[in-house]
């Protein structure tokens, strides 16, 4: 002991003494974890690689079946945008045979307005003709009453106004 004290005093030295370095304590622990260490360590970092492991597959899986929805869904997308363009021209199409039809509906109901004006015009004519003619006839007859009573005898006369009365009716 008393060497181990003189190395280690004088400064820098070396302790051979076994018992006192714990070479045999550290060989023991050494030899222990050696042979324990592999088995507990060895199945903790297997069970924990496994783990990581199928961490692993299923965040795979998972970006897989993303990618699976996420082209599905551009599909549908693409789809939905290929049924809206459809419906867009569909609707411009009708909306052009609706502005064509309510031009033509347009058109038809001037066209009927104006026969109907043209009708209208005609029987304003017709009635203003007639009434002019009976106008006319009631003055000539009237003139011819004035005049005609002298260049005609009362029987004549008579006959006469029967028979404009008469022409009078049938008009």
């Known amino acids: 002991m008393i060497s181990s004290l003189f ?9 051979l003494n076994l018992f006192e370095t714990n070479v045999i304590n550290l ?23 496994s783990a990581i492991l199928a961490d692993l597959k299923d965040a795979e899986d998972r970006l897989t ?13 693409a789809s939905a945008e290929q ?10 199409v009708r909306a052009e045979a609706i ?5 033509k509906k ?14 209208d015009l005609n029987a304003e004519a017709s ?18 009453l004035v005049s005609l009573p002298n260049k005609l005898d009362e029987k004549a006369q008579l006959n006469f106004i029967s028979q404009s009365i008469k022409n009078m009716g049938k008009d």
């Open 65 to 77: 079946e993303a990618n699976t929805a996420l082209a599905k869904a551009k599909n549908e997308l």
């Open 7 to 15: 190395f280690a005093t004088k400064g820098f030295g070396l302790n």
């Open 27 to 49: 060989a023991v622990v050494i030899f222990g974890l050696y042979k324990f260490l592999p088995n507990f360590l060895g199945g903790i970092l297997e069970r924990r690689r």
């Open 127 to 144: 009635r203003v003709s007639t009434q002019l003619r009976r106008e006319a006839a009631k003055l000539a007859i009237e003139k011819a």
């Open 99 to 103: 502005r064509l039809e309510s031009e």
């Open 106 to 119: 347009t058109v038809e109901e001037m066209a009927r307005v104006k026969q109907g004006a043209a009708a």
């Open 83 to 92: 049924k809206a363009e459809k419906i867009r021209s569909d609707c411009k």
